[in-house]
């Protein structure tokens, strides 16, 4: 499986970016996706998780209300909307799948496939 992010950038605090991840090959493999995020000097965190049936969905608090996960089956992508930014939401922004239906797995050593990751900055 192949995982491949976009849409990240610059913006101000305040401010909305919508990523997305390109997943192919052994889609057929993948029961659910999930974006995680990592700061300089931070360890990677959970940010979002969604089945691919799309059935459930499930958010770290830090981002509930703000962003929101979704899936596009008939293109093999999931989004992460991101609204209401704010400079603490800095980081690489990273794709990852799991062949695991797990409904909260927010553990990065939970997921088998990961992308190389987008940079977001939010400015203050």
């Known amino acids: 499986v192949q995982l491949v992010e976009s849409g990240g950038g610059l913006v101000q605090a305040g401010g909305s970016l919508r990523l997305s991840c390109a997943a192919s090959?052994?889609?057929?493999?993948?029961?659910?996706m999930g974006w995680f995020r990592q700061a300089p000097g931070k360890e990677r965190e959970f940010v979002a998780r969604?089945?691919?049936?799309?059935?459930?969905?499930y958010y770290t608090d830090s981002v509930k209300g703000r962003f929101t996960i979704s899936r596009d089956n008939a293109k093999n992508t999931v989004y992460l909307q991101m609204n209401s930014l704010k400079p603490e939401d800095t980081a690489v922004y990273y794709c990852?799948?799991?062949?695991?239906?797990?409904?909260?797995?927010?553990?990065?050593?939970?997921?088998?496939?990961w992308g190389r990751g987008t940079q977001v900055t939010v400015s203050s």
């Open positions: 990852a799948a799991d062949r695991g239906y797990g409904g909260t797995r927010t553990r990065s050593n939970e997921y088998d496939y």
């Open positions: 969604i089945l691919w049936s799309g059935s459930i969905r």
């Open positions: 090959g052994g889609i057929c493999s993948i029961a659910a």
